[in-house]
């Protein structure tokens, strides 16, 4: 249970750790306590944990771990001689006030890895950790493959295309190809069914491995170079031989002169591809994201905190498509990730996403830290951070499937610079594609150069999105930004990754200046509180000019 700062304000906080060896429970604690369960039982932790030095979160692109040393009286090495297992053990760190046990926060649930250990009498360390992911599957499935088990000949009438046979169905995302009601080609489309009837033909073109949301889509045909023709046609869904529902289109029907063996057929999506099971389909980057979580990976998703971060994430529109390869959650995330405003952390319930906060309101505020009244103490140097300074930023979005060329791009930076006969003439005012932006041009005239950033995102296609991540890229690293360390009493553990503070210390000149807590880390008597100060700095840079 996260305990308020009210409630920690002068306590003895006590790190307490259960491991499970050989079916029995053995405890132990920073000093020996007794402590009553809910039920009213009564457990004993003996003393011997040392110190921890941890955190409130952990970074998200890996396991979670935590450092652990004992020195007890247990005999290790007669448990171990005995085959009992140790390493792999489950183990449970919580952090513990008063009351019951289940009034205790739980900082870690895994298991014991890196065991290490000697005679009766020497201290025994091992980590506690917890994997990210213990599986990502593959999509699209194993099963979902054209070949002549899901897609057989009909009586002789219906061929499929030689060249997709063994390809894996495709699954598509969003709005692929669809560039502000533009339509450009973007996933392929598989001749799985040819009819060679003379009268009446009809043919099947696969463009999805489920069922999809858009009711008609544009079906290119890129066959013949520089002669590429495109028709708008009807979605039907059917299952293959082996039961699967996927989305099809007739090209025939669709007003395709020419359907043979050999030809690229591509789709651009009028409407929503896949639909999640919500009736508008999954079109948010926060929809996407927790679905690809939630189904193909064993990763626990922290609810509470997901749900306060997936309207943010929404604001961005991501097209996915897997077409003619297998890739697993865990390559699809790697992709996406790094295009949002957030970072992946892990907590106590799970894997959560922290905002890149830019600056802060006194709404976002939760806690006072004065140092002027002694409540913390300054433990670091005031250290201004600008080794990753971008001030241009250009995305290339809107990938064409088949050339691998992005069709679109946009650049946010200063606008102006030299003569238009010029190399390079820097960016002009006039050309739609530069979008100007104070802080790069504050960050350019600071530096005294351009720092340009080029980001490649082949699966953006609509242009608020490019924009947004663009924009957040020079938000977020045009201007160097100010950390700073501090100390508190047991209170300050309330305080959780992400968390807004007002901080007053006159002796350095910060007064009510707000900060993201960065972490808040245990270990001995005090608590360390890194802080990142979200002052303005657009504003710090005016006041020093």
Same mark, same amino acid.
């Given at each position: 249970?996260?305990?308020?700062?009210?409630?920690?304000?002068?306590? $003895?906080?006590?790190?307490?750790?259960?491991?499970?060896?050989?079916?029995?429970?053995?405890?132990?604690?920073?000093?020996?306590?007794?402590?009553?369960?809910?039920?009213?039982?009564?457990?004993?932790?003996?003393?011997?944990?040392?110190?921890?030095?941890?955190?409130?979160?952990?970074?998200?692109?890996?396991?979670?771990?935590?450092?652990?040393?004992?020195?007890?009286?247990?005999?290790?090495?007669?448990?171990?001689?005995?085959?009992?297992?140790?390493?792999? /053990?489950?183990?449970?760190?919580?952090?513990?006030?008063?009351?019951?046990?289940?009034?205790?926060?739980?900082?870690?649930?895994?298991?014991?890895?890196?065991?290490?250990?000697?005679?009766?009498?020497?201290?025994?360390?091992?980590?506690?950790? =917890?994997? !990210?992911?213990?599986?990502?599957?593959?999509?699209?499935?194993?099963?979902?493959?054209?070949?002549?088990?899901?897609?057989?000949?009909?009586?002789?009438?219906?061929?499929?295309?030689?060249?997709?046979?063994?390809?894996?169905?495709?699954?598509? %995302?969003?709005?692929?190809?669809?560039?502000?009601?533009?339509?450009?080609?973007?996933?392929?489309?598989?001749?799985?069914?040819?009819?060679?009837?003379?009268?009446?033909?009809?043919?099947?073109?696969?463009?999805?491995?489920?069922?999809?949301?858009?009711?008609?889509?544009?079906? %290119?045909?890129?066959?013949?170079?520089?002669?590429?023709?495109?028709?708008?046609?009807?979605?039907?869904?059917?299952?293959?031989?082996?039961?699967?529902?996927?989305?099809?289109?007739?090209?025939?029907?669709?007003?395709?002169?020419?359907?043979?063996?050999?030809?690229?057929?591509?789709?651009?999506?009028?409407?929503?591809?896949?639909?999640?099971?919500?009736?508008?389909?999954?079109?948010?980057?926060?929809?996407?994201?927790?679905?690809?979580?939630?189904?193909?990976?064993?990763?626990?998703?922290?609810?509470? =905190?997901?749900?306060?971060?997936?309207?943010?994430?929404?604001?961005?529109?991501?097209?996915?498509?897997?077409?003619?390869?297998?890739?697993?959650?865990?390559?699809?995330?790697?992709?996406?990730?790094?295009?949002?405003?957030?970072?992946?952390?892990?907590?106590?319930?799970?894997?959560?996403?922290?905002?890149?906060?830019?600056?802060?309101?006194?709404?976002?505020?939760?806690?006072?830290?004065?140092?002027?009244?002694?409540?913390?103490?300054?433990?670091?140097?005031?250290?201004?951070?600008?080794?990753?300074?971008?001030?241009?930023?250009?995305?290339?979005? /809107?990938?064409?499937?088949?050339?691998?060329?992005?069709?679109?791009?946009?650049?946010?930076?200063?606008?102006?610079?030299?003569?238009?006969?010029?190399?390079?003439?820097?960016?002009?005012?006039?050309?739609?594609?530069?979008?100007?932006?104070?802080?790069?041009?504050?960050?350019?005239?600071?530096?005294?150069?351009? !720092?340009?950033?080029?980001?490649? /995102?082949?699966?953006?296609?609509?242009?608020?999105?490019? /924009?947004?991540?663009?924009?957040?890229?020079?938000?977020? =690293?045009?201007?160097?930004?100010?950390?700073?360390?501090?100390?508190?009493?047991?209170?300050?553990?309330?305080?959780?990754?992400?968390?807004?503070?007002?901080?007053?210390?006159?002796?350095?000149?910060?007064?009510?200046?707000?900060?993201?807590?960065?972490?808040?880390?245990?270990?001995?008597?005090?608590?360390?509180?890194?802080?990142?100060?979200?002052?303005?700095?657009?504003?710090? $840079?005016?006041?020093?000019?």
């Amino acid at each position: 249970m996260l305990r308020s700062t009210t409630d920690l304000l002068g306590a $003895e906080v006590v790190h307490l750790l259960e491991v499970e060896v050989g079916g029995q429970v053995m405890r132990f604690a920073t000093e020996a306590v007794e402590i009553e369960t809910a039920a009213g039982d009564t457990l004993v932790y003996l003393e011997g944990l040392g110190e921890l030095e941890l955190g409130t979160s952990f970074d998200g692109s890996s396991d979670a771990a935590i450092e652990v040393e004992l020195d007890s009286d247990v005999a290790w090495s007669t448990v171990i001689a005995q085959h009992v297992r140790v390493e792999r /053990a489950p183990a449970t760190i919580r952090r513990w006030v008063d009351g019951v046990l289940e009034d205790a926060e739980v900082l870690l649930t895994g298991r014991v890895a890196g065991l290490n250990y000697g005679e009766q009498g020497e201290p025994v360390s091992f980590a506690v950790v =917890r994997q !990210l992911r213990s599986s990502s599957r593959e999509i699209p499935p194993i099963g979902a493959t054209i070949d002549s088990t899901t897609w057989p000949s009909r009586a002789g009438t219906y061929e499929t295309d030689e060249k997709v046979l063994g390809v894996p169905y495709p699954v598509v %995302f969003g709005t692929p190809g669809n560039i502000g009601g533009e339509i450009v080609p973007a996933t392929e489309a598989m001749l799985v069914e040819k009819d060679t009837a003379v009268l009446f033909p009809s043919s099947r073109l696969l463009i999805a491995g489920h069922r999809v949301v858009a009711a008609t889509v544009t079906i %290119f045909d890129t066959t013949d170079e520089g002669l590429i023709v495109s028709n708008s046609a009807t979605v039907v869904h059917e299952q293959d031989a082996v039961g699967r529902w996927c989305a099809l289109v007739d090209p025939e029907a669709a007003g395709f002169a020419t359907v043979d063996h050999g030809r690229s057929w591509y789709v651009g999506w009028d409407g929503v591809a896949f639909s999640g099971g919500r009736p508008g389909g999954i079109t948010g980057a926060g929809d996407l994201v927790e679905y690809l979580i939630r189904t193909f990976t064993s990763t626990r998703l922290d609810a509470g =905190r997901f749900a306060a971060v997936r309207e943010l994430l929404n604001a961005y529109r991501i097209d996915l498509a897997v077409v003619g390869a297998r890739v697993t959650v865990d390559e699809l995330l790697a992709e996406v990730l790094p295009l949002l405003p957030v970072e992946p952390r892990q907590g106590a319930d799970g894997l959560w996403f922290r905002p890149r906060r830019v600056v802060a309101s006194a709404a976002d505020v939760v806690a006072r830290l004065d140092a002027d009244v002694g409540a913390v103490d300054r433990a670091s140097p005031i250290r201004w951070e600008s080794g990753d300074v971008v001030n241009e930023v250009t995305i290339e979005y /809107a990938g064409e499937r088949g050339s691998g060329r992005m069709l679109r791009r946009l650049t946010v930076g200063a606008r102006g610079g030299g003569s238009p006969d010029a190399l390079d003439p820097g960016l002009p005012g006039t050309d739609a594609r530069v979008v100007g932006s104070y802080r790069a041009r504050l960050s350019q005239q600071l530096f005294g150069e351009v !720092l340009p950033l080029l980001i490649s /995102a082949p699966s953006v296609y609509d242009p608020a999105t490019a /924009a947004r991540i663009a924009r957040d890229a020079i938000e977020q =690293r045009a201007l160097p930004r100010r950390a700073v360390g501090y100390t508190g009493g047991p209170e300050y553990l309330a305080l959780q990754e992400g968390d807004v503070v007002i901080l007053n210390d006159s002796a350095v000149g910060l007064a009510d200046v707000y900060a993201e807590v960065r972490d808040a880390v245990a270990g001995g008597p005090t608590v360390g509180i890194p802080l990142l100060l979200l002052d303005d700095p657009v504003m710090l $840079e005016r006041l020093a000019g």
